[in-house]
C-alpha cells in the first residue's frame, strides 16, 4: 500500500495546473471586490484552495473501490442532507440551497456531485450485460432523478443540470444503443414544451432574456449585457489588474462569482482568455490520460464522469458570459469565489488521483 500513496506517483501536472487555475481565480477576485464589501473573498479563497489540496490528498488516499463499496449510504446520506436543505437551509434571494454547519455554509447538491460519480461507477460496472439495456437506464436514470428532483425544489436548476453529464458519459461509455439514444433524444422534445411552464418565472425570465437581452436591457437582460460589454472591452492584452472599467465602475454584477470569466477577459484581454481556456483544456486531456491508464472499467468510469462535469461547467459558465447560454448560476470551477463549489472540485481531482495511484494494480 505504501507504493501506491507515493507522492511521486501523483498526478503532478494535474496538481499544478489546478493551482495556476486557481491562483489566477484568487488574482481576479482580489481585482474584482478590492474596495468592495466582499473584499475579504480572496483571502477566504485562499483559504478555500488551501483546505480542497488537503481534500484532494484524503480522497486520494482512500481506495476508491471503497469508497464505491460505501455508495448505498452515501446516496441515503445525500438524500437525506438534501430534504435537511428545504426543510431548515439558510434562505438567500428565495432560494435555500446551503445548510449552516459550525458556523459556516455549505451547498449540500455540490458534494452530491461525488456520490453520483462513485454511483455511476458501481453501477455500470456491476452490470451482467457487455452493454447498457432499458431497465439499467432507467434504474440508473431513476436514481440520478431523485437528488435532481430536491435539487430543482431548492430551487437550483443549474446545479441539478449539472449532474446530467455525469450520467451522461457513464451510459454512454457503458454502451448506449442508438435507439436508446434516439428514444431520449424523442422524449426529450416531446416534454420540452410542458417543462417550459413549470419552470419559475424569474427562470423564464432568464431564458426570454437570453434569446433577446434587449427586451428588458435595465432587468433581466442587464446582466448579460453588461458581460459582452466587459468581454469585448478587453481587446488583445485586456486593460490590467483592477483597470477594468465595467468591472471596477460595478456595472457587472457579481464578478467575482458566476460573471468572473467576464471580469478576467475585461482585465487580461484575448490573451489571457486564451491562457486560461489552455489550461483548462490540459487539465481535461490529464484527467482523459488517467482515464486511459485507469486499473479497471471502474477508475475510467469515475475520471470521464469528473471530466464531463468540468467540461459542462466550463461550457455553459463561459457561454453564458459570452451571451451563448442562458443565465444560470452555474460557478466557473477553480475560478470562482466559493468554498462548497471549490471544495467539491478539489474533491473530485482527488478522485482521479486516486485512480492514478491504483494504475498499476492487476
Request: proline share 4%; aromatic share 10%.
Amino acid at each position: 500500500m505504501a507504493h501506491y500513496l507515493s507522492a511521486r506517483d501523483l498526478d503532478w501536472a494535474l496538481i499544478i495546473i489546478t493551482v495556476v487555475i486557481c491562483a489566477l481565480g484568487i488574482l481576479q477576485i482580489y481585482s474584482a471586490t478590492h474596495d468592495t464589501k466582499w473584499d475579504d473573498a480572496w483571502w477566504k479563497q485562499i483559504a478555500f484552495v488551501v483546505i480542497g489540496l488537503v481534500l484532494m490528498a484524503i480522497i486520494a488516499s482512500i481506495d476508491y473501490h471503497s469508497l464505491m463499496g460505501q455508495v448505498p449510504i452515501l446516496y441515503l446520506a445525500g438524500l437525506v442532507l438534501l430534504l435537511a436543505v428545504l426543510l431548515i437551509g439558510t434562505k438567500v434571494f428565495g432560494s435555500r440551497r446551503w445548510i449552516p454547519v459550525l458556523g459556516f455554509t455549505f451547498q449540500v447538491s455540490e458534494f452530491v456531485k461525488l456520490m453520483l460519480i462513485l454511483l455511476a461507477a458501481r453501477f455500470l460496472t456491476e452490470m451482467r450485460s457487455e452493454t447498457l439495456e432499458l431497465a439499467d437506464l432507467l434504474r440508473l436514470g431513476g436514481l440520478f432523478a431523485l437528488p435532481m428532483v430536491l435539487v430543482m425544489r431548492q430551487p437550483d436548476l443549474g446545479t441539478s443540470l449539472c449532474y446530467l453529464p455525469i450520467l451522461a458519459s457513464g451510459v454512454f461509455l457503458a454502451g448506449l444503443r442508438w435507439k436508446y439514444v434516439l428514444a431520449i433524444a424523442l422524449v426529450a422534445i416531446v416534454i420540452l414544451w410542458p417543462g417550459y411552464y413549470m419552470l419559475k418565472d424569474y427562470q423564464k425570465a432568464r431564458l426570454a432574456s437570453f434569446l433577446d437581452p434587449d427586451l428588458d436591457p435595465q432587468g433581466k437582460g442587464y446582466q448579460v449585457i453588461q458581460s459582452k460589454i466587459a468581454v469585448g472591452a478587453g481587446g488583445m492584452w485586456g486593460q490590467g489588474v483592477t483597470r477594468g472599467t465595467q468591472t471596477q465602475l460595478r456595472f457587472l454584477p457579481v464578478a467575482h462569482t458566476d460573471f468572473i470569466f467576464s471580469a478576467f477577459a475585461e482585465e487580461h484581454g484575448f490573451v489571457g482568455v486564451v491562457a486560461v481556456l489552455a489550461l483548462y483544456f490540459m487539465l481535461l486531456m490529464q484527467i482523459v490520460q488517467n482515464a486511459q491508464t485507469a486499473p479497471d472499467r471502474a477508475g475510467m468510469y469515475i475520471c470521464m464522469g469528473v471530466g464531463a462535469l468540468l467540461l459542462f461547467h466550463l461550457l455553459v459558465n463561459v457561454g453564458m458570459v459570452v451571451g451563448r447560454m442562458p443565465v444560470t448560476g452555474i460557478p466557473l470551477p477553480l475560478m470562482s469565489a466559493g468554498g462548497s463549489n471549490t471544495l467539491s472540485t478539489f474533491m473530485m481531482l482527488g478522485l482521479v488521483n486516486n485512480v492514478r495511484l491504483r494504475r498499476f494494480v492487476n
